[in-house]
């Protein structure tokens, strides 16, 4: 059975690929549509069990009755089969009824609901744009998709319950006390009235100041996990005390969110436990006055007074579950801002996978800002012939990475084209495009995972073989086999920490360099490619990156003039324009801007405050 509960929802199920809803009620609706059978079994089984429940006070009524019969064992024998019945009620019915109402939220629901949000928000958000990580902190986007598949299951099923058990118990208590007197349903109607203009007033400003708590909550978990991914830079520059002030202001903050909350909460209680405290006294008078005239009989208080107790106990449960409730919508309206934002970066609906035949690519009138005024790259025209190996140089910010970055497609351009053996990408898709791309930079990152499994990003399907022969190349299969984490996993199997910790900086990149080698795509991306590695290590990689550029299309970018001479041309970039091309020795004979940027070299390294040069020649 249980196996049966737990294999109703599948999260990882397929799905449509479509955009979470950015209203509250329709992404809630957007979640439960898919699995209405779990969701339709929980009400039925939670309004069984209510009803189950307003049996009780019934068969109080009717054993006070029972017992006020003047002879009890006539009284007891005629009332065998009806005593029979409650007993199956109390000990069977019941039970089973609870139990069927907990394996459903517990074994179906609670397991599979979950996943199912948590799973189909991580596969919308991972293809979002990478501006769009660019904006955020990676703690506070990771912990909104893991806190509202639990607080949106948690809403809903606690509503769900809520709301059968408070309307249930208050029509079914009507119906019974009316049989014994209309007078008796008075407070009943007046506390349902008080409770909906109670629920009016309370839920708006619960739930704005449960969206409030979530928000900070959410600010502190960002603000702590950048604090901790960045570790080894606050230890260097000793700023443990300033990190204690960056995370205590958001702390602070947090607890003044809270506190509004808790202090609506507290009111929103003590004012539903007043009006429960009136709707027993009340219906207890009037039990009492009417009894006291004899127009109503002992059993009958004895039947009102519980039911009208059972109110008040469901209605004080409700006040804990509101509060719960209106917290975890407020996690739900938070995880919103990361999880149903439209993806900006689409490929078009007729979009074909990308075939590269030659490797030439096309920059064509391309003009791209960022947004701002003024133009990063401006009217670029450049092409770059199959099999041409071509160094970008220019100052940081002049343009040489964007120009990476569009070609990868990750921006949109703004004017113009880029096109690869003909095809624009943008009609292309862009996991095709990427595909033919083999890209290293000076920023290495690698995944929390074995030596092996970074390599093999590369081309998933690779055999061991493979991976140690590419490793061999890009000079890391010694350190890899040197390797022990703290697992006790050795060479390839042993992890490297979150985004590569574990591993000095020269071997994240020669790593990297692994990957692309494994990758063996027809175009070629260096992006500082040899930055962070010594030079005699650099002297060996760039005679395997020699072997690896041949036939391959090449866009090198190096500030180190000295590792891309060599290339076929240089593209000299200066304020998002062209300014200058050639090899290495015809620019050092126009003497120009390249041989500026050659003469102002400090050990191979091309120092980023040097004067404007434009005009230079």
């Known amino acids: 059975m249980f196996r049966f509960l737990e294999s109703l929802i599948r999260g990882t199920q397929s799905h449509a690929a479509a955009t979470p809803p950015g209203s509250l009620m329709t992404f809630y609706w957007h979640f439960i549509r898919q699995t209405p059978g779990p969701y339709a079994a929980m009400v039925v089984t939670s309004l069984c069990v209510a009803m189950a429940d307003m049996s009780i006070p019934v068969f109080i009524g009717k054993l006070v009755a029972l017992m006020a019969a003047p002879d009890r064992a006539a009284a007891l024998a005629s009332h065998a089969t009806t005593l029979s019945a409650m007993l199956l009620v109390v000990l069977v019915v019941r039970p089973l009824l609870q139990f069927a109402d907990i394996a459903i939220r517990h074994n179906a629901l609670m397991p599979g609901a979950t996943s199912l949000v948590r799973w189909q928000s991580h596969w919308h958000v991972v293809r979002q744009s990478w501006p769009f990580f660019q904006k955020d902190f990676a703690g506070r986007i990771a912990n909104r998709v893991m806190q509202t598949a639990q607080a949106l299951r948690d809403s809903v099923m606690s509503s769900i319950r809520a709301g059968l058990y408070l309307s249930t118990y208050g029509i079914l208590t009507l119906i019974l006390i009316s049989r014994f007197d209309w007078r008796l349903t008075l407070p009943v109607i007046l506390w349902l009235s008080s409770y909906a203009v109670f629920l009016k007033f309370f839920v708006p400003r619960l739930r704005e100041l449960a969206k409030q708590s979530s928000d900070m909550r959410s600010l502190v978990m960002a603000r702590v996990v950048d604090s901790y991914t960045n570790i080894l830079t606050v230890k260097l520059f000793s700023r443990i005390a300033d990190e204690d002030a960056y995370v205590r202001e958001v702390v602070d903050e947090h607890q003044d969110a809270v506190s509004r909350h808790m202090r609506m909460t507290s009111r929103f209680m003590f004012t539903l436990q007043s009006m429960n405290a009136l709707l027993l006294v009340s219906t207890s008078l009037i039990g009492l006055t009417l009894w006291a005239r004899g127009l109503i009989s002992t059993s ?38 990361s999880i149903s934002v439209p993806h900006t970066l689409i490929d078009e609906k007729d979009a074909k996978p990308l075939v590269v035949t030659n490797g030439e690519i ?57 096109t690869v053996d003909g095809q624009d990408i943008r009609h292309v898709t ?50 890899i086999m040197g390797l022990r984490d703290w697992n006790g996993r050795t060479g390839y199997q042993a992890h490297v920490g979150e ?25 070629l991306l260096l992006d500082e490619a040899t930055s962070a590695l010594d030079s005699e290590i650099e002297a060996s990689i760039q005679e ?33 324009r062209i300014v200058e091309q050639g090899s290495h020795s015809e620019l050092l004979v126009k003497n120009g801007l390249y041989a500026a940027l050659w003469q102002h070299q400090s050990g191979g390294f091309l120092a980023d405050d040097i004067p404007d040069l434009t005009k230079v020649g």
Not at 302 to 311: G, H
Not at 369 to 381: F, H, T
Not at 548 to 562: C, D, E, N, P
């Open 300 to 337: 009958q208080v004895a039947t009102a007074l519980p039911l009208v107790w059972q109110i008040t106990n469901m209605a004080g449960w409700v006040s804990f579950e509101v509060a719960g409730i209106f917290e975890n919508v407020g996690v739900v309206q938070d995880g919103m801002e």
């Open 362 to 418: 096309r920059f064509e009138q391309l003009s791209f800002s960022y947004g701002a005024n003024r133009p990063v790259l401006n009217c670029i025209d450049l092409v770059v012939h199959p099999g041409e190996r071509i160094g970008l140089v220019g100052r940081s910010g002049a343009g040489k990475s964007t120009l990476v970055n569009l070609l990868l497609r990750f921006y949109d351009i703004e004017s113009g084209r880029i």
């Open 544 to 576: 395997q990156l020699a072997g690896l550029m041949q036939g391959k299309t090449v866009i090198a970018i190096a500030h180190r003039l000295s590792t891309i001479a060599r290339m076929d041309r240089l593209i000299v970039i200066d304020h998002g």
């Open 499 to 523: 985004r590569g910790v574990k591993l000095s900086g020269g071997q994240r990149q020669r790593v990297a360099i692994a990957r692309v080698i494994l990758k063996n795509a027809p175009i």
């Open 430 to 479: 862009q996991e095709s495009l990427r595909t033919q791309i083999g890209l290293v930079t000076q920023d290495t990152s690698l995944l929390h995972r074995s030596l092996a499994d970074n390599i093999r990003y590369g081309r998933p399907q690779a055999t061991q073989a493979e991976i140690e022969e590419a490793a061999k190349k890009a000079h890391a299969h010694d350190f």
